[in-house]
């Protein structure tokens, strides 16, 4: 069943190319249009919205900080993201003119539900994005978008980001276009350059061996930090959270701005951290920022592995060890900046002998809140 592979993470990861280029299939009419499957929502209930949330939990919650910026940036409209434990019990203000997105690989996480029911109660209306048919968050949602993922076995989730943040900027794409602040060209531009990520996520899954290598190098590490800013911030976050739930070390992503607020102080000579850096066309200022944070990190003697664009040739005198992807749009870089996360936690957990895709303490779907 793990056709070859070690793992069914490692078999997830590989898998990732077809699932993102499933997700994307057939959403776009001849109209140029974006299509979402379920819709009981009307385009004027659309242009209705006037505040978006983002309910979800561990990976998932990860892939709204990410939907966060994109659709802020395209549609306009305000966006927060919470954590669907904590939603309902802060009493948010939520109305008829309120979009909630949930988003769930499994459709049956207890705390995203009760999330979902609590913004149904106040009238909100509800689109779910999910990998699962049929299952309970999609049933009780006003729309749905399935991500076509196909199943997840590990429970550490890979293939089921990548789609989630697929699906998301689909989202982003068709709230844009229906309130009509992208034009359809615009939109098409944007979709065009999702549906060169596939191919882009097959020839980085080539170039994984030094990671793999890293990772055995890694395997004794006391802590290993991640750092990143704007959408590469999600993307720290969501690698330390890989590597706590598989390697069981401590790991912890943190805003690269923020490090010098306080958390700076836990690097020492040798401390990994790993840097998510931000492409340097369109946005050179983003870029810019990282280097001198990599620049500050390594005066202190951190180890740095650094993610950066192909052909960012200004970071590669700060890099212990440079990891490249495949250049995107900025928006669109965490569908490459993840992968080698995903294998360097996978490689460290399985140099440590744990077990890759049944890590202890965990299930794959959890249904108490
Ligand atoms: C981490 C992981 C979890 C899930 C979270 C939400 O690798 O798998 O953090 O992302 O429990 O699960 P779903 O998406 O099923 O609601």
Redo the contacts with the bound molecule.
């Keep these: 069943e793990k056709g070859g592979y070690d793992y069914f993470m490692l078999k997830e990861i590989d898998e990732q190319p077809r699932a993102v280029a499933e997700t994307l299939l057939g959403r776009l009419n001849d109209a140029g249009q974006i299509v979402l499957d379920e819709v009981r929502l009307t385009d004027q209930d659309l242009r209705d919205v006037d505040k978006i949330f983002i309910v979800?939990?561990?990976?998932?919650?990860h892939a709204g900080l990410v939907t966060k910026y994109a659709i802020e940036h395209w549609t306009r409209i305000p966006c927060e993201v919470e954590l669907a434990s904590e939603f309902r019990y802060r009493d948010p203000v939520l109305d008829r003119s309120t979009l909630v997105v949930a988003?769930?690989?499994?459709?049956?996480?207890m705390d995203?539900l009760m999330a979902l029911r609590h913004a149904k109660e106040q009238k909100a209306r509800v689109l779910a994005v999910c990998?699962t048919n049929g299952s309970t968050?999609p049933r009780e949602s006003d729309a749905v978008l399935y991500t076509h993922g196909g199943p997840e076995i590990a429970?550490?989730?890979?293939k089921?980001?990548l789609t989630?943040l697929t699906a998301c900027y689909l989202v982003g794409l068709h709230l844009a276009q229906v309130r009509g602040v992208m034009f359809a060209d615009e939109v098409a531009a944007v979709v065009e350059r999702l549906q060169r990520t596939p191919d882009q996520l097959t020839a980085l899954l080539a170039e994984m061996g030094p990671v793999r290598q890293l990772a055995n190098d890694l395997r004794d590490a006391s802590t290993v930090l991640f750092i990143g800013r704007h959408v590469g911030y999600p993307v720290a976050l969501e690698g330390a959270?890989?590597l706590k739930?598989l390697a069981y070390m401590h790991a912890e992503g943190f805003a690269a701005g923020e490090l010098k607020h306080g958390s700076i102080a836990l690097i020492d000579q040798g401390t990994p951290v790993v840097c998510v850096v931000p492409s340097p066309v369109g946005r050179g200022v983003l870029h810019d920022k990282v280097v001198s944070n990599i620049q500050e990190v390594r005066a202190r003697g951190a180890r740095t592995i650094v993610i950066a664009e192909e052909g960012d040739e200004a970071v590669a005198a700060y890099a212990d060890h440079l990891i490249r992807v495949p250049r995107t749009p900025t928006l669109l870089a965490p569908l490459m900046t993840t992968v080698p996360l995903q294998v360097l936690a996978c490689g460290i957990a399985a140099a440590r002998g744990n077990d890759v895709d049944q890590p202890r303490n965990?299930a794959?779907?959890?249904t108490v809140e």
Excluded: M, P
């Design positions: 979800a939990c561990g990976t998932a919650y988003i769930s690989q499994s459709g049956e996480t995203t990998n968050i429970v550490a989730s890979t089921a980001f989630q959270l890989k739930e965990l794959k779907s959890v």
